[in-house]
C-alpha cells in the first residue's frame, strides 16, 4: 500500500476495498460492520430514539489533547447525550484530500477505535471519499449517531423555572485557545490542551441524582455565550452570571486577553452547561466533581426572571453588570 | 490567583474618592478616552456605571482600523484581486467595509488574503512563496509599528524583495492636538496604555503645557482605568493640568527607546488622513527613502500597483465621505456624537453587517456601545 492517501482510494475500487478491510475495519471492526453491507442492521431497544449528525472540520487535525478522529467520535456522542440518550451506533464518513499521509489517516482511525470503546458505541456503517489534493483541508469527517432516551427522562427549555441553577461542567474556552495557539502564524508555546472528552458518565452521574434536570447543552462554537442566548431565548428567562465563580485556566484568560478574545465566545469540545432545579443544585454540583471530566464543575449563575425580552448578563467581578452577547461571525484578533 | 486590579474593595474606594472629587466641579466633565481598548474595558467592566452623572467618558480614535480611511480599504481589496498577490492582514480589518465590499468578501470570492499575528509571519509567507507578492497591510499605531520595522529589517538581511508594506501606520500624539484644537469641549484625556509604554510620557507635555488640558496614562484593569479618571478630576479640582502616569508596572517616563529608535530608523513622519479627524500634519510615517524598495506603492513598476492605481482613480469619483452615507463614524471617532444618536446604529448596521469602521473592531466604540448595550454603559444622554 502507498504511503499516501490516492484518489483511487476513492474510487470505489480495489484500492479502496483495500483501504476499508486493511484499515478501518480492522481497527473498527463489529459483526454489523463486518458484514460491509450497504445499509447496517441494527437492534435496538424500545423507547425514544434520538438521533443527529456533524461534521469535523479542525485544523491542524492533531492538536494538543486530541485529534480530528476522537473530536468526530466524542463531539456526536455528546450531542446525544445532551438530551439524555444512551448512545449505541455510529456512523462515520470520511472525506479525505489526496496526498495525505498514510501515516496520518492510520493514527485517526486508531484514535477513533479508542474513542468508540471508551464510550461503548458501536461504528456500524461509513463512507470514504477522495478529493483533488487543494480541494479539501486533509481530511473531513461526518458523524451521524443514533441512541435511545430512557423513560422518564425529558430535558427541555420549557421546563425552566426562576431560581434554577446554571452549572457549567469545568474551565472554559480550553479547546479552542489551544487550537489557535497551534496555529500557522501563531504556533505559541503553552502546556493547553484540548478538552476533547466525552460526556455521557457526567450526564448519567448527573441524571441519577436528578431526572428533572431542565437542559443540557454542550458549549462547542460559539462558546459559553452562544449557548446561555440560545436556552434564554428558547425558554423566555434572564439569566444572570457571575464572573468570578466562571472557571477558567490563567493561561486560556492570558490568551484571549493578549488577542482581544472574549473566553465566552471561545470553543470548547468537553464541557457542558446545565440548567438544574435550585434545590438540587449543589448535589449535582457533588456528583459532578466526583467525575474527572466534572472536577472543576462550578455553580455560575441562576435564572433570575421570566421575560418577553430574553437576554443573559454578567455580574462583573468588580460589581458592575454587563450583557453578554452571542458571537457575530468569527472571533478575529485584534491589531494592538 | 486574586486580580488586585479588579478587587470590589479597592474599586469601592476609588469610586467613593472619584465622587467625593466630582462634588467639588461645578459642571460636567467629559473626558476622553483615546485607545481602543479603554473603550472596550469601560465596557466589559461596566465602569461607566460606577461613575457620577457629572463625568461624561466619551471614546476617542484610539483605534487603528477605526481611523484608516476607506481608500485604505479599497486599495487593499483591489490588490487582493491581483494575480500572485497574498495580502497578510491582521484580522480585525477582514470585515471593514471599503467602497466594495470588504477584504473578507474578497477572500471569500477566491482572493489570497491571509490572517496573521504578527508583520514577520508575512515575512515567512514571503521566504515560502517567492513567486508571489506578500503585501504586509500596515496598520497600526505606535505598539505595533516596531514589528512592521522588524520585519523590514529581516527581510533586508535575508534579501526578501517580495514582501512589501501597504502602509497606513499612524502616531497618536497628533491626533490628540486635532483633536484639541477643534470644536470638541474635553476636559482631559485617560492616556493609551500601550502607546504609552513605547513612547513615554514627553510627547503628551504639549496637551498641559499649551492647552492646560490633564492626562493620565492609565492601565486596562478596572482599577486603572478608575485611577486615571479620579487623577484627572483632582488635577480638574485643583486647577492643574499634568500628564501624570498611573500604569508605572509597564510605562515609563522615557518609554521604550529602542522600539523608538527602531521606528526612527524606518520611518518618516508624514501628514495622514483619520477617518473621522481628516487630514493631519506629521500624524503618519512613511518609509524612509533608503527602504523605499518595501513600500509597496512607490513600486510603479509593478503590474499589481499599476492595475490597482488606475481602479483606485475609476473608484475616486465616490468620497469616502459620501460611502458612509448615513454612518456617523467621523462624528463619533471625535466625540461630537456618540453611537445611539446614529441613525443607522441597531438598524442597519450591526457587527454581522456593519456600515462602518467603529462597527467592526472588537475595540470600535459602536461595536462596543452595541455589545453590552443595556448594561455596564450606562449611556449618557447630553
Same mark, same amino acid.
Given at each position: ?79 446525544? !447525550? ?8 455510529? *456512523? ?63 430535558? *427541555? ?86 464572573? *468570578? ?34 434545590? *438540587? ?22 435564572? !433570575? ?32 | ?14 469610586? +467613593? ?13 467629559? $473626558? ?18 460606577? $461613575? ?29 484581486? +491581483? ?6 492582514? /491582521?484580522?480585525? $480589518? ?18 489570497? &488574503? ?19 507578492? %506578500?503585501?504586509?497591510?500596515? %496598520?497600526? /499605531? ?10 523590514? +529589517? ?8 517580495? /514582501? ?52 493620565? &496614562?492609565?492601565? /486596562? ?77 512607490? +513600486? ?30 467621523? $462624528? ?51
Amino acid at each position: 500500500m502507498s504511503d499516501k492517501i490516492l484518489l483511487g482510494h476513492g474510487s470505489g475500487g480495489t484500492m479502496t476495498r483495500k483501504l476499508i478491510e486493511n484499515l478501518i475495519v480492522k481497527t473498527l471492526g463489529n459483526p454489523t460492520l463486518n458484514k460491509l453491507t450497504d445499509a447496517a442492521t441494527l437492534n435496538l431497544p424500545s423507547g425514544r430514539l434520538a438521533m443527529t449528525t456533524d461534521s469535523f472540520v479542525v485544523t491542524p487535525p492533531v492538536f494538543p489533547g486530541g485529534d480530528i478522529g476522537k473530536l468526530a467520535v466524542y463531539g456526536t456522542i455528546n450531542d446525544l !447525550v445532551m438530551v439524555g440518550t444512551k448512545p449505541f451506533y455510529l *456512523s462515520l464518513a470520511f472525506i479525505l484530500e489526496e496526498g495525505i499521509e498514510l501515516e496520518l489517516f492510520r493514527r485517526i482511525v486508531d484514535s477513533i477505535a479508542e474513542a468508540a470503546e471508551n464510550v461503548g458505541v458501536e461504528i456500524v456503517t461509513g463512507d470514504t471519499k477522495v478529493v483533488e489534493k487543494g480541494k479539501g483541508d486533509q481530511i473531513y469527517i461526518n458523524t451521524t449517531g443514533i441512541g435511545i432516551i430512557p423513560d422518564g427522562i425529558e430535558m *427541555s427549555p420549557e421546563r425552566i423555572q426562576v431560581g434554577d441553577k446554571v452549572i457549567l461542567s469545568g474551565t472554559m474556552g480550553d479547546h479552542g485557545i489551544t487550537i489557535l495557539a497551534c496555529r500557522k502564524g501563531l504556533e505559541m508555546k503553552t502546556d493547553l490542551k484540548s478538552d476533547c472528552a466525552p460526556l455521557h458518565r457526567l450526564v448519567n452521574a448527573m441524571l441519577d441524582v436528578e431526572p428533572k434536570i431542565r437542559v443540557m447543552r454542550d458549549p462547542t462554537r460559539g462558546g459559553v455565550a452562544s449557548v446561555l442566548n440560545e436556552i434564554a431565548e428558547q425558554a423566555g428567562v434572564e439569566i444572570k452570571v457571575e464572573e *468570578s465563580r466562571v472557571p477558567i485556566l490563567p493561561q486560556v484568560q492570558g490568551m484571549c486577553d493578549l488577542l482581544g478574545l472574549d473566553p465566552f465566545h471561545v470553543a470548547n469540545e468537553g464541557k457542558l452547561i446545565a440548567v438544574v432545579p435550585a434545590e *438540587s443544585a449543589e448535589e449535582v454540583l457533588s456528583a459532578m466533581r466526583a467525575l474527572p471530566e466534572g472536577k472543576d464543575a462550578a455553580i455560575i449563575g441562576e435564572v !433570575v426572571a421570566k421575560t418577553e425580552y430574553p437576554e443573559v448578563f454578567v455580574e462583573t467581578e468588580i460589581g458592575t453588570t454587563r450583557i453578554l452577547e452571542m458571537l457575530a461571525g468569527d472571533q478575529l484578533p485584534r491589531i494592538c | 490567583m486574586k486580580n488586585r486590579y479588579r478587587d470590589p474593595l479597592l474599586i469601592q474606594k476609588v469610586t +467613593q474618592k472619584i465622587h467625593q472629587v466630582t462634588e467639588s466641579l461645578d459642571r460636567t466633565v467629559r $473626558l476622553m478616552e483615546v485607545c481602543g481598548t479603554h473603550t472596550h474595558s469601560i465596557f466589559h467592566f461596566g465602569i461607566r456605571d460606577l $461613575l457620577p452623572e457629572k463625568v461624561e467618558l466619551i471614546s476617542g480614535p484610539g483605534c487603528p482600523v477605526c481611523v484608516t480611511p476607506m481608500e485604505f480599504i479599497d486599495q487593499a481589496i483591489l490588490l487582493s484581486r +491581483q494575480p500572485d498577490v497574498i495580502i497578510t492582514t /491582521f484580522g480585525d $480589518l477582514m470585515r471593514v467595509p471599503g467602497k466594495r465590499g470588504s477584504l473578507l468578501q474578497a477572500k471569500a470570492e477566491g482572493a489570497d &488574503v491571509e490572517i496573521l499575528y504578527s508583520p514577520l509571519d508575512s515575512l515567512k509567507l514571503a521566504r515560502e512563496n517567492p513567486e508571489k507578492l %506578500v503585501v504586509f497591510l500596515g %496598520v497600526g /499605531f505606535e505598539t505595533t509599528i516596531p514589528l512592521s520595522a522588524l520585519a523590514i +529589517q529581516q527581510a533586508e538581511v535575508e534579501g526578501i524583495r517580495n /514582501f512589501k508594506i501597504l502602509n497606513a501606520h499612524k502616531i497618536v500624539p497628533p491626533a490628540l492636538r486635532a483633536l484639541t484644537t477643534q470644536d470638541i469641549r474635553l476636559d482631559g484625556f485617560i492616556l493609551p496604555g500601550h502607546v504609552s509604554a513605547i513612547i513615554g510620557l514627553k510627547p503628551y507635555h504639549f496637551l498641559a503645557e499649551e492647552f492646560g488640558m490633564p492626562g493620565v &496614562v492609565a492601565g /486596562f484593569e478596572p482599577l486603572e482605568i478608575l485611577l486615571g479618571i479620579l487623577k484627572i478630576l483632582e488635577q480638574l479640582s485643583e486647577g492643574r493640568a499634568e500628564i501624570e502616569n498611573v500604569y508605572r508596572r509597564v510605562v515609563c517616563s522615557e518609554g521604550n527607546r529602542r522600539a523608538v529608535e527602531m521606528i526612527n530608523k524606518y520611518f518618516v513622519l508624514t501628514e495622514s488622513e483619520w477617518r473621522g479627524l481628516g487630514m493631519i500634519p506629521d500624524s503618519g510615517l512613511m518609509l524612509k527613502d533608503e527602504w523605499k524598495d518595501f513600500d509597496l506603492l512607490t +513600486q510603479e513598476n509593478l503590474d499589481a500597483v499599476k492595475a490597482v492605481q488606475e481602479e483606485m482613480e475609476q473608484l475616486s469619483e465616490y468620497s469616502s465621505q459620501n460611502m458612509d452615507g448615513p454612518c456617523i463614524c467621523g $462624528l463619533i471617532l471625535t466625540g461630537r456624537k456618540i453611537p445611539l444618536d446614529c441613525p443607522s446604529f441597531d438598524k442597519v448596521c450591526t457587527p454581522e453587517s456593519p456600515l462602518g469602521a467603529c462597527m467592526v473592531s472588537a475595540e470600535g466604540t459602536c461595536a462596543a456601545y452595541y455589545r453590552y448595550r443595556g448594561r455596564g454603559g450606562r449611556f449618557h444622554v447630553r
